[in-house]
């Protein structure tokens, strides 16, 4: 018989303890209440024993030994000294050793106040060095990348740093250089520590050898106040701490949530801290006279949207966005439009989505956290390092540490492709036969197909570009539902893109996710809200037409701007050119935001209050740190006081009162409350429907049927980290970080059209573009990539085939 204990006994200092089997001793002792210095330690990294200064006592059949705590795992009768004579000699010697090149410069170093060093040779060190030759000395600080810099003689040589970039990330650019007293962290000759997560090097630092170069000499510890929040880069939703001084954010901090980030967070999610304050900011409410805006008052601005608004028959208004800030607002953007206005024209996505049914309602749904036990992950989506790094670090980890089957497809190489058991290319257009073949093992195809039958399996399915049919990621889910034990991740980008479906920002669906055509839950609706509208409205894509075609007159925009997210950005500066009345609630003059007739200035991040919803339905908490610039204002306040205007009430008080609402009338969401979020087992957020709550809408995955799509060129347009929008474009540290555009040709379509590397071709696609040329031979073979939304890309679009033409002597 095994013995199937999880738990074993230590005695730790004189105490007996019971702990999990295996537990590394450093983290067992924490967890009853002794902490032991460390430096290499962290707990979501292997441990190395490298700073040894967590050397404890640790009584054996031979005698005492001292090991270090955190490669040592607990085991039944263990008998550990953390305080003893010995333990304390040997950890002030290590902390003696450590500091003999460390210079005295605190008063000086960011670190200063939060720094790991300053506390533990303080709480564990001899007090003062026997130490007087000179230290060692080095140029400082030097620029290992845009964000950050390096001070190598404050380097401990923990490791954590170059650990992190090669057990974590997958970016091993940074490393140990020399031996004995000149050992250094360095990066490689000309090569920049490129990382899309070199901050978390920054956070993890335990000296103050790294720092971030937007946070240098900013403040101090002691004048910093934060709170916790989540990241609205992308639908992760990562925990992060939002840290301020003198009403600025001047930081974000990694918060470790095992059941998202980790503690991580892509140098996206970090460094977007300082858009709020850019001079571009729009802080107060603007009126467009003739071509050119003037200031105006928000009554006067209020009073303008509401009168307009009500001189058009319902039918004939349309609403945009919603997916970039909290549930409360977007759920006001639903009830305004459905009860104040009268239309059903309304959809948080840009045709750059799903199905709205499907990504809410796909049933079975994985969790992130489902990763960790997967036996097999089948990635058939977006190159989750460009769209949703945090994701990517969560099945690399799968991949890597965990020993799960990846498989991912996709028609170029992605960040994951390194750590694949198989990777399958494909040329755009011609996925529903690559999903036969896959299916049926036919071929080259019958590894992959068998790997498949590993479970539990993981299917991440979303679209690989925006050029693709969004009803393939539906084809990749009926076919992944049949594997062993699967569920289901959509993958969406767009920040609080599923929380704003949740609250009805879509043309077939009401708050709850409820479907539009649910009677009974209809019905429990507008004994609340009153009637609304009958019949599912027009998506982005139809709205836009009926604008340019006169069918719809007034557009009002909530954070989104078509014109450069839209995959078809002719139709959609159509259809602004076209309006005969168009408001934008948002934070910067965008694109689409210059045709508007009103602009009113919003509150944007750590401004405003309420919750959030992930890609795996996950409600967190939204908090509020800073007053909002100028007089923006949050969505829903706004659109509460344009409804009083129209005569009509949203019955909005507070946000608080919009998230109690909520949870009357939005069955996925019953019981959720910020209370409950806020305290207890709630902090790490509540997977839907909660306790209280149900899911009405519940979609099998059914294959559509789709077709395969022919043409010479097909085109791969999908999203880059950092491009051209509007909060990369205005957070200093990362807007010089936009990638150049460019047309990436596989070697043989580029050998046909006779361009090589650094020629000049021009894609014809929605619009017209001309790029240089890059050679990648990881493309499938007659396809052409394009990053999409760029600042040379952007009026290419994203259409399935185009043609391509190259510049010979300034002509084509």
């Known amino acids: 018989m095994t013995d199937e204990r999880t738990t074993v006994t230590i005695n730790l200092d004189g105490v007996d303890i019971e702990v999990d089997a295996g537990r590394p001793l450093i983290d067992a002792a924490q967890a009853a209440g002794t902490y032991i210095p460390r430096f290499c330690y962290h707990p979501r990294m292997k441990a190395v024993g490298m700073c040894r200064a967590c050397l404890v006592e640790v009584e054996g059949p031979r005698g005492s030994a001292i090991v270090p705590a955190c490669t040592m795992p607990v085991s039944e009768g263990m008998v550990v000294h953390s305080k003893s004579e010995v333990a304390k000699k040997a950890q002030e010697g290590v902390l003696e050793f450590l500091l003999i090149n460390h210079p005295l410069d605190c008063p000086v170093c960011d670190k200063g106040g939060e720094c790991p060093l300053q506390d533990q040779a303080f709480a564990y060190g001899p007090g003062e060095s026997r130490f007087v030759e000179e230290k060692r000395h080095f140029e400082k600080p030097i620029e290992i990348s845009d964000l950050i810099l390096l001070d190598r003689e404050r380097c401990v040589l923990c490791a954590r740093c170059t650990r992190f970039s090669d057990e974590i990330s997958g970016d091993p650019l940074i490393e140990f250089k020399d031996r ?6 360095i990066t490689f000759p000309d090569e920049p520590f490129a990382s899309y997560f070199s901050g978390n090097t920054v956070q993890i630092c335990p000296v103050g050898a790294l720092t971030a170069k937007a946070y240098r000499f900013k403040a101090r510890p002691w004048d910093i106040d934060a709170v916790e929040s989540v990241s609205f880069v992308d639908s992760v939703q990562s925990r992060i701490s939002l840290q301020t001084s003198h009403n600025e954010i001047i930081r974000i901090y990694g918060v470790d949530n095992d059941a998202t980030n980790h503690g991580w967070l892509s140098d996206k999610d970090r460094f ?24 105006a008052t928000w009554a006067e601005a209020i009073s303008r949207v509401a009168d307009r608004l009500a001189a058009y028959d319902a039918a004939e208004v349309a609403g945009l966005g919603g997916a970039r800030s909290t549930n409360e607002d977007a759920y006001a953007f639903s009830k305004f439009m459905r009860t104040a206005i009268g239309s059903p024209h309304l959809d948080a996505q840009l045709a750059d989505g799903l199905d709205p049914a499907f990504a809410v309602g796909v049933t079975p749904r994985a969790e992130i956290i489902d990763l960790e036990s997967a036996k097999t992950i089948l990635l058939w989506g977006p190159d989750l390092k460009e769209e949703l790094p945090v994701l990517y670090l969560r099945v690399r980890r799968a991949a890597t540490e965990l020993g799960a089957n990846l498989v991912v497809v996709h028609p170029r190489r992605t960040g994951l492709d390194d750590v694949a058991s198989h990777t399958i290319r494909y040329k755009p257009g011609t996925g529903p036969d690559v999903l036969r073949k896959l299916a049926a093992g036919d071929g080259g195809y019958a590894d992959v197909r068998a790997s498949l039958n590993d479970g539990p399996v993981v299917a991440l399915v979303g679209r690989t570009g925006l050029a693709e049919d969004p009803a ?40 709850g996710r409820v479907a539009l055509d649910d009677g009974a839950a209809r019905t429990a609706l507008e004994a609340d809200w009153g009637p609304i509208p009958a019949g599912p409205g027009m998506d982005a894509t139809a709205i836009l037409e009926a604008l340019a075609s006169g069918t719809a007159k007034a557009l009002v925009l909530n954070g989104a701007d078509p014109a450069r997210d839209h995959p078809r950005p002719s139709i959609a500066s159509a259809a602004l050119d076209a309006a005969d009345f168009v408001v934008a609630l948002e934070m910067f003059l965008s694109d689409s935001g210059s045709h508007a007739d009103v602009i009113l200035p919003v509150a944007g991040l750590g401004e405003v209050e309420g919750t959030a919803t992930n890609l795996e339905g996950r409600v967190q908490k939204v908090s509020r740190i800073v007053a909002p610039a100028g007089t923006s204002r949050p969505v829903w306040s706004i659109l509460n006081d344009v409804a009083d205007a129209m005569g009509a009430d949203l019955g909005f008080p507070t946000a608080e009162a919009v998230g109690e609402e909520i949870a009357r009338v939005a069955p996925a969401y019953a019981g959720v409350s910020w209370e409950g979020l806020t305290w207890g087992r709630g902090r790490d957020g509540i997977v839907l429907p909660g306790a209280d709550g149900t899911q009405p809408l519940e979609v099998t995955p059914t294959d559509p049927g789709l077709p395969v799509t ?12 950092y491009d051209d929008g509007v909060i990369v474009r205005h957070s200093t540290g990362i807007s010089r970080l936009a990638a150049h555009g460019a047309a990436h040709l596989h070697p043989r379509d580029a050998s046909l059209l006779a361009v090589v590397d650094g020629d000049e071709v021009v894609v014809h696609g929605d619009g017209d573009v001309q790029l240089p040329v890059v050679i990648d031979p990881t493309l499938a073979e007659g396809t052409v990539y394009v990053p999409f939304n760029l600042a040379g890309t952007a009026a290419l679009g994203a259409v399935p085939t185009v043609r391509i033409d190259a510049v010979r002597g300034g002509d084509t």
């Open 472 to 511: 393939m990621a539906e084809a990749v889910a009926a076919f992944a539902v049949g594997l062993p034990d699967a569920r289901i991740l959509p993958l969406v980008r767009r920040g609080n893109v599923f929380g704003a479906l949740d609250m009805g920002v879509a043309p077939t669906l009401l708050p």
């Open 180 to 185: 004995g007293n000149y050992v250094q962290v």
């Open 272 to 295: 977007v801290h300082d858009h709020g304050q850019s001079p571009d900011r729009i802080t107060t409410p603007l009126i467009k006279d003739g071509d050119e805006f003037r200031q």
């Open 710 to 721: 022919s043409g010479h060129l097909a085109l791969h347009a999908a999203r880059v980290l």
